[in-house]
């Protein structure tokens, strides 16, 4: 994923598609192929992708959608962000516009083992589309997200991760050599109560394959402990524990 790195700082969810640009089979099957390529965070959930034409979902942009499906098993959501994300990076830097599409639907649902969790819309776009630096950004300031000292090009770099509404709502907490990862159950957003937990475990996913990439950027070799059953002190739910070695 170090190959990702760079596409952190230029990825922009692209709202205004021209329908004068279109993606080529040569790209739709390059697409494709990266998918069979990804890294999962959990090894031993089944997933599944599909692209489709945008017309056959309710979202209302982009030429095609990306989409998900996953067995309902422990940390799913995370692995879903985490997965997609990769994707989204990926389509970033060969010019391809992309919006998570937390809202949209299948119009005729797949049947299957596997549930539908989320879908990417995405285009082709235009260089000028995507975002130049990190002052680009509007995103919350590195002190609330993260506590402690560390390399600061990764703390950056963790805070430009996309999230539903910008809800941002992964919070780290470093000493020494350990990294702990939490998710904020108190984001006040406009998403209902209800789907907030889903949305934003799927948000922290996000977030920790932006950690993970800066930090295999910067030649940081890592241990990651995911937390199957958290616990919430504060708010803060316990998601994953890094040991940088």
């Known amino acids: 994923m170090i190959e990702l790195y760079n596409s952190i700082f230029k990825r922009k969810s692209i709202r205004k598609f ?3 640009l279109v993606l080529t089979e040569a790209e739709l ?7 069979e390529k990804l890294t999962p965070l959990v090894n031993d959930i089944k997933v599944k992708f599909e692209i489709v034409e ?14 998900i499906y996953s067995e309902n098993k422990t940390n799913y959501l995370l692995n879903a962000g985490y997965l997609l994300e990769q994707m989204d990076l990926f389509l ?3 010019d391809i516009g992309v919006c998570w599409y937390g809202l949209a639907k299948l119009k005729e649902p797949q049947a299957g083992e596997l549930d539908y969790v989320i879908m990417l819309a995405f285009g082709k776009s235009r260089p000028q589309d995507f975002r130049k630096c990190a002052s680009d950004f509007k995103r ?7 506590s402690g000292e560390f390399d600061s090009d990764v703390v950056d770099a ?22 702990k990862v939490y998710r904020n159950t108190k984001i006040k957003s406009f998403i ?17 394959c932006f950690l993970e990439i800066a930090l295999s950027h910067k030649g940081y070799e890592f241990d990651r402990e995911l937390i199957t059953e958290g ?14 070695k």
């Open 192 to 208: 209902p109560a209800s789907k907030l937990p889903f949305y934003n475990s799927i948000d922290t996913g996000i977030s920790l």
């Open 231 to 244: 616990k919430i002190n504060s708010g803060l739910l316990e998601i994953a524990n890094y040991n940088i």
């Open 18 to 20: 021209d329908d004068t």
């Open 54 to 67: 945008r017309a056959k979902t309710t979202a209302k942009r982009g030429e095609y959608c990306l989409i």
């Open 158 to 179: 963790v805070r430009l991760a996309p999230s539903a509404c910008n809800t941002q709502p992964w919070r780290i907490v470093s000493e020494g050599t350990q990294i």
């Open 29 to 35: 099957a390059q697409i494709k192929q990266e998918t």
């Open 92 to 94: 970033a830097s060969h």
């Open 140 to 146: 919350k300031s590195t002190e609330v997200i993260w």
